[in-house]
């Protein structure tokens, strides 16, 4: 509706993207069949994007199925261009080299390129495409490398200049940030001054004025749909252009809604039921559960360490859900891990439909082809769930996407005592609350998301070697391949355990009301699950400390000593 508006004040504009046009709601489950995201934006009139790092999450092999599914279709899509993309040339028979083959051969049959311009009111405009650095790191399975953006950017610049274009935009899923040495379009800008505008993705950062570089600007409108942003530009000196008009629109239930593309969504409803849902035993609109109260709103999350009942609620989900169809108490579940980046959407009081559950944890694939990351099982010792605690404790204030809900344990921070040395207390709880020491070396066994374990190793390499932790199996040996813990719903173990049907089905076991599970009250407030205070005290200072703690400790009783003997030594000279 309100790019219609747009397109009736302006004939002229055009509707561009920056990736990160998959994921996040029940319509990517169809992604590798339908390719329903493209096709959509074809329809409401996008006619350029780029890839970010969430195509990539039903790894290179889907997105092929995806981009080949939409060319099927014959609907129009935008065009995609792709300027960084470096194929490896794998030879070795494996899935992930035939998912790059497919993916290179997708390239070609719709012609992705490097650049491409766009003529529009007798105006050349060249467009490039960019995936950053962090964009990158956040998609491990994606099989393919990407070039320093600035890298890239510099000779593709440099070739449309050559082909006479008016205007450069890079569409860039790199991002910025408050920390001007990792905010990645700030340096795209800089390094490569004849891009005109860069539209910034990733960081789903909402620039209310846009930031200038230059004569470069950079624009971005946030998230999720959320926001229309609106950039007017006119010519300036040296045959550059300036800043006329920059307007953040939000999109709301204020708005009227477009009716053919409500007529396409219920049409993408059903696909998504025959295809989908109907393997999980659920109805599209149907009522999972009913909250009596709102959980914290989905932009507050994560911005303070501290607990939060959705965390609760998820991770009792992971282990609950594992109890039941296992049906093996020879197992026992010690602890779920949910980092607060794998969490998509909160609750709000009152009904919960299923396409509302499935945008909390809507993330990933399995090895299934199925969408939706699988639960897995991994085993740590009790010094290792400290250094899960500490990760917690002191990487989560450096990096908020790192925060973690942990299900099972009870821990208490220190912020004010040394990185890596924060956690004061950490207890085991069992469903019923009661208490108990960890042995530092019993193995304990763990549940998580696939991909939250994936990335349980890189602590090592994050903390610069301080803390470690290595998942290992019921035996003690480290996992080397985290699919073969997959947890499944079925004895012939073909259908794995989704992290949302997880979910799903611990919010439908809530006793009902009026016919409808109800979501507990033990949800409405915290549980002394997560502790954080500020102490000075003494006795909080030196509780529980780490190799790491004494280590720095005995240092500094080291300098002390040293620093006395020094200046007695010197009081006796005079």
Do not use: C
Not at 271 to 294: M, N, T
Not at 476 to 485: A, C, L, S
Request: charged content about 25%; proline content about 4%; overall charge neutral.
């Amino acid at each position: 509706t309100v790019i219609e508006q747009q397109k009736k004040e302006d004939p002229n504009s055009i509707l561009i993207d920056a990736g990160d046009y998959s994921m996040g709601t029940l319509f990517q489950t169809v992604n590798g069949s339908e390719a329903l995201e493209l096709r959509i934006m074809g329809f409401m009139g996008h006619e350029i994007s780029t890839f970010g790092n969430h195509e990539f999450d039903f790894r290179s092999g889907g997105l092929s199925k995806s981009l080949f599914a939409a060319k099927r279709s014959k609907d129009k899509i935008p065009k995609l261009v792709a300027s960084n993309f470096i194929f490896p040339n794998l030879q070795d028979g494996s899935q992930k080299a035939k998912g790059i083959a497919d993916l290179k051969n997708a390239f070609q049959e719709l012609d992705i390129q490097p650049l491409t311009i766009i003529e529009k009111n007798g105006l050349k405009i060249g467009f490039i495409g960019l995936m950053g650095k962090e964009a990158d790191e956040d998609a491990p399975m994606s099989g393919v490398e990407f070039q320093n953006i600035v890298e890239a950017a510099k000779p593709l610049v440099q070739k449309l200049k050559e082909q006479k274009v008016d205007l450069i935009i890079a569409l860039s899923h790199s991002g910025t940030f408050a920390d001007k040495s990792k905010s990645e379009d700030e340096i795209l800008a800089k390094e490569v001054g004849d891009i005109d505008v860069i539209i910034s993705g990733h960081t789903h950062t909402t620039l209310n004025q846009p930031i200038l570089h230059g004569q470069t600007l950079i624009a971005s409108s946030g998230s999720y749909g959320r926001n229309l942003g609106k950039l007017v530009i006119e010519p300036a000196a040296n045959n550059r252009w300036q800043l006329k008009e920059y307007k953040i629109i939000p999109i709301n239930d204020q708005i009227k809604e477009n009716v053919l593309v409500n007529q396409k969504i219920v049409q993408y409803k059903q696909l998504v039921q025959s295809e989908y849902l109907k393997q999980f035993g659920l109805q599209f609109d149907e009522v999972i559960a009913y909250s009596p109260f709102d959980f914290v709103e989905y932009s507050k999350l994560g911005r303070q360490l501290k607990e939060e009942p959705i965390g609760n609620l998820i991770g009792d989900s992971y282990i609950e859900s594992v109890r039941y169809f296992e049906h093996d108490s020879s197992k026992p579940i010690t602890a779920a891990v949910v980092p607060v980046g794998m969490i998509r959407d909160s609750i709000v009081k009152g009904q919960l439909t299923t396409p509302m559950v499935y945008k909390i944890s809507p993330l990933g694939i399995g090895p299934d082809e199925v969408a939706g990351y699988p639960i897995v099982d991994l085993y740590l010792t009790g010094k290792e769930l400290w250094a899960v605690a500490e990760v917690d404790a002191s990487v989560s204030p450096i990096m908020p996407d790192a925060q973690l809900y942990l299900a099972g344990l009870s821990y208490t921070i220190n912020q004010n005592r040394m990185i890596f040395n924060r956690v004061t207390d950490l207890v085991l709880v069992d469903k019923s609350g009661n208490k108990t020491e960890i042995d530092n070396n019993k193995l304990y066994r763990v549940v998580s998301g696939l991909y939250s374990a994936q990335m349980l190793p890189v602590v090592r390499k994050k903390s610069m070697g301080l803390l470690s932790i290595e998942p290992k199996d019921k035996d003690g040996n480290i996992i080397t391949d985290f699919e073969k813990q997959i947890i499944y719903t079925d004895s012939a173990k073909t259908k794995e355990l989704k992290e949302w049907f997880a979910i799903a089905h611990y919010l439908q076991s809530f006793p009902k009301v009026n016919g409808v599970a109800q979501i507990s009250d033990l949800y409405q407030s915290t549980n002394n699950r997560k502790n954080v205070e500020n102490s000075l005290n003494l006795v909080s200072m030196l509780k529980q400390s780490n190799g790491i703690g004494i280590s720095i400790y005995s240092i500094i009783v080291l300098i002390l000593l040293g620093v006395v003997f020094g200046v007695t030594r010197l009081k006796r000279r005079k």
